[in-house]
């Protein structure tokens, strides 16, 4: 059980595009989720956390024009970057957290994001 | 502010030894510390979670240990393996979200 999901697992694009991100949770409902970047070779930093049916609050730093969530269902949150730029490519992981689920984050696979 | 340092950077071991990774962290008031495995490219595999309450907690060859008071744990690996080769990530839990170590990067050499 508390398998996440995320699409695509790879994706490349070009500057100035968006590109959507989704994080599913396939087995439980999800009331918060976790989204963290990964730049090669260091740790995971955590961009912003969304709980269902509300606004994400973001890390400081992080540009929440830039990197949309939304999180409208207890299943499924979705992170979009905008106007992407080479600076952008990174490894982007979900996480997510459930009522009843002993404080436990369950990773999704991840998605790596290439723009060109 | 919670951080999380992991010690050492990189290993570096002949196959067979045992070996211990280094965690620590600067806030004692956490829910649980976990461990994660990290292949290149990939994503993470959770390896032991340690509830605050819990000493250390054992998978296989794994062995995890917590000492809340001093903000330590250590990752205890037996008989390692070429495929343990890898980085190995601990995070701590507490009113934030996970707070991630930079990892420790093993190679396990044949």
């Known amino acids: 059980g508390a398998v996440v999901s995320q699409h695509p697992s790879w994706v490349i694009c070009k500057s100035g595009t968006s590109v959507k991100i989704e994080c599913r949770s396939l087995?439980?409902?999800?009331?918060?989720m976790f989204w963290y970047r990964q730049f090669p070779k260091q740790s995971l930093m955590l961009m912003a956390t969304?709980?269902?049916?509300?606004?994400?609050?973001?890390e400081q730093g992080v540009e929440k024009d830039k990197f949309l969530i939304n999180h409208a269902s207890l299943t499924l949150s979705t992170l979009t970057v905008t106007s992407a730029h080479p600076e952008d490519s990174s490894f982007y992981i979900c996480?997510?957290?459930?009522?009843?689920?002993?404080?436990?984050?369950?990773f999704g696979p991840g998605t790596r994001l290439t723009v060109t | 502010k919670q951080e999380v340092t992991q010690i050492p950077a990189a290993l570096s071991v002949p196959e067979g030894e045992n070996l211990v990774l280094n965690c620590s962290f600067t806030?004692?008031?956490?829910?649980?510390l976990q461990w994660f495995r990290q292949d290149p490219g990939k994503g993470l595999t959770s390896l032991l979670l340690?509830?605050?309450?819990?000493r250390e907690q054992t998978s296989g060859r794994l062995n995890a240990s917590l000492d809340k008071s001093s903000g330590r744990s250590t990752l205890y690996i037996a008989a390692s393996q070429p495929g343990d080769s890898a980085t190995y990530l601990c995070?701590?839990?507490?009113?934030?979200?996970?707070?991630f170590g930079k990892g420790t990067r093993l190679s396990v050499i044949a």
């Open positions: 969304s709980n269902e049916g509300s606004k994400a609050t973001y």
């Open positions: 340690i509830q605050s309450s819990q």
């Open positions: 996480s997510a957290k459930g009522l009843g689920l002993t404080y436990e984050q369950y």
């Open positions: 995070a701590a839990s507490g009113n934030t979200p996970l707070v």
């Open positions: 087995d439980f409902q999800a009331t918060t």
């Open positions: 806030d004692s008031a956490i829910y649980n």
